[in-house]
């Protein structure tokens, strides 16, 4: 049995992180206090810890690819990618995913079409604040990161197809009108 240092409570030793330097071979602070202190330090500034992986990444290539090979060897970036990434990157969880889709009659929100073999969707958010607006196929994606997310410059490129649908200048087979 130990005292941690930070809480005050006496735990058995595998409540403890193994250190070579301590006297007793363990660390002062309970795993549960060690692991609130980095993720208040990483909440106060997380690009430390980025850079410090990033670092490690350029320094050990090959122990790196050779972790990353296991990882995708293992099977569990298969099972929980999709989840993880709507979690990581826009905050949705899979559920919430499924009711904005049901929300959009199962389509995409610009075009409607639906899922299948040749379609995926995405999830549409805004780059400056990161609010999730909606889910779109492949193609209207990409379409909205073409022209800039401006809806002004969305105007305009409606305006000019309206207008050259109307009114052709040069016909389309080259010859004269």
Not at 48 to 55: E, F, G, L, Q, S
Not at 100 to 106: A, H, K, N
């Given at each position: 049995m130990k005292k941690?240092?930070?809480?005050?409570?006496?735990?058995p030793f595998d409540n403890f992180y193994k250190a070579k330097g301590m006297r007793d071979g363990y660390r002062s602070d309970c795993k549960t206090c060690n692991l609130a202190a980095k993720v208040a330090r990483n909440a106060a500034d997380p690009e430390?810890?980025?850079?410090?992986?990033?670092?490690w990444q350029q320094e050990n290539p090959d122990r790196y690819r050779a972790r990353l090979d296991a990882y995708k060897q293992s099977g569990k970036k298969k099972i929980s990618d999709r989840k993880s990434h709507l979690k990581r990157k826009f905050g949705l969880t899979q559920a919430e995913y499924d009711e904005?889709?049901?929300?959009?009659?199962?389509g995409c929100a610009i075009c409607g079409e639906?899922?299948?073999?040749?379609?995926?969707l995405h999830v549409d958010h805004d780059h400056l604040t990161g609010e999730v607006r909606g889910i779109l196929c492949v193609r209207c994606n990409n379409a909205l990161g073409l022209f800039r997310e401006d809806p002004a410059l969305l105007t305009e490129a409606a305006h000019y197809l309206v207008f050259h649908r109307r009114t052709r200048l040069v016909p389309l087979t080259g010859d004269p009108v």
């Open positions: 941690c240092s930070k809480c005050g409570e006496l735990k430390v810890n980025r850079r410090r992986v990033k670092r904005l889709l049901e929300l959009q009659d199962g639906l899922p299948g073999e040749r379609v995926s």
